[in-house]
């Protein structure tokens, strides 16, 4: 069994692994578009994904767990008309309006982690029925508002809109900003807390952890809920990014998300990961996608090398722990002895 030493040193070396991968990709799109190195214009690149970012953050909290999220990107966009309908139609204070979807965001992540948690339903199909009811409720609620749900709802306070457009020294995104705070909490909370491990420990072995005297019903549950919080808070800067709320926001994050936080090393059957790697690469697919755009590749076809890249982490992640697989090159050793076939 790997001791958390050569674990740490595995994880490490992907990380590093995925930094040489960004800095390649860089070089590669600026070579074929020597527009994309131009500072402002990578910079301002990271505001049309950092919606990818955040979620995938406190996704990844849910699949070290050994669940699923793939209702989050309904959420994003409950979340952005809910806060719509209160300022505009209700007349809510636009930072009121926030705390409410904020809130809604980390109920209907509650609910989820409820169904998941306690009545042993599995995540995938809990979470899909949750992506199509969050829809249907951002739907419902537009009925309250004297807005075309086409058009969304705009207009909001140039206060607001600041919140995901301003600019620290006049050159770095607040969202970046937001984004590294958020990493260092998420970081801090996973891996540098008795409620991180517990994350760990529900993943490895659920009945173990249950017999240490760990509530896992409430570990997991609670990892949904930071899911759902982190979806609202992206569906906020969304909304305050594009200076409209509308129902469909966030529709096309879920495929993205799910890529980054296995891309990033967390293990599709729970219990290995960390939030450094998904950071990374969710930073490498918001680049990839923004590269290709810039390199003439139609919007439509984007989600082709995110899905690539879903399938490949997913087969090297198995290559590397499927027994049968790994005894192939001692197999070929044995056959031929005064070969290397390492």
């Not at 075309?148 to 909001?156: D, L, M, R, T, V």
């Not at 990961?273 to 690469?281: C, D, K, M, P």
Request: aromatic share 10%; hydrophobic share 50%.
């Amino acid at each position: 069994m790997m001791d958390k030493r050569d674990l740490g040193k595995k994880i490490f070396r992907w990380e590093g692994f995925l930094v040489v991968l960004i800095v390649v990709e860089v070089l590669v799109f600026g070579g074929i578009n020597p527009k994309f190195l131009i500072p402002r214009v990578l910079l301002g690149s990271i505001n049309n994904f950092m919606s990818i970012c955040i979620v995938s953050l406190f996704v990844t909290f849910v699949l070290i767990t050994g669940g699923i999220d793939i209702q989050a990107g309904s959420i994003v966009g409950l979340t952005s008309i809910v806060i719509g309908v209160l300022w505009n139609d209700a007349g809510v204070d636009i930072y009121i309006a926030c705390l409410a979807g904020l809130s809604i965001g980390m109920v209907c992540g509650a609910l989820s982690g409820f169904l998941v948690a306690y009545t042993g339903v599995q995540p995938m199909v809990v979470t899909l029925g949750g992506s199509f009811l969050y829809s249907g409720l951002a739907l419902t609620v537009t009925n309250f508002s004297s807005t075309e749900s086409y058009k969304g709802i705009s207009g909001f306070p140039a206060g607001f809109i600041q919140i995901a457009k301003g600019k620290l020294f006049g050159i770095i995104p607040s969202q970046l900003v937001i984004f590294l705070a958020l990493v260092l909490v998420s970081y801090v909370l996973l891996h540098l807390t008795k409620y991180g491990r517990k994350i760990f420990l529900c993943g490895v072995n659920r009945n173990a952890a249950e017999y240490s005297g760990i509530n896992t019903r409430l570990v997991v549950m609670s990892t949904y809920i930071l899911s759902g919080f982190g979806a609202s808070l992206a569906g906020i800067l969304l909304t305050s990014y594009l200076g409209t709320a509308k129902t469909d926001l966030g529709k096309e994050i879920t495929l993205p998300v799910i890529t980054a936080v296995v891309l990033g090393g967390t293990s599709n059957l729970g219990g290995a990961g960390g939030v450094i790697g998904t950071a990374l690469a969710a930073l490498l697919i918001g680049l990839l996608r923004f590269g290709l755009s810039m390199a003439g590749v139609g919007t439509q076809y984007l989600d082709i090398p995110v899905g690539v890249l879903l399938i490949l982490s997913v087969a090297v992640r198995f290559a590397g722990t499927n027994e049968r697989l790994r005894a192939i090159p001692r197999y070929f050793k044995n056959l031929f002895p005064g070969k290397d076939c390492a």
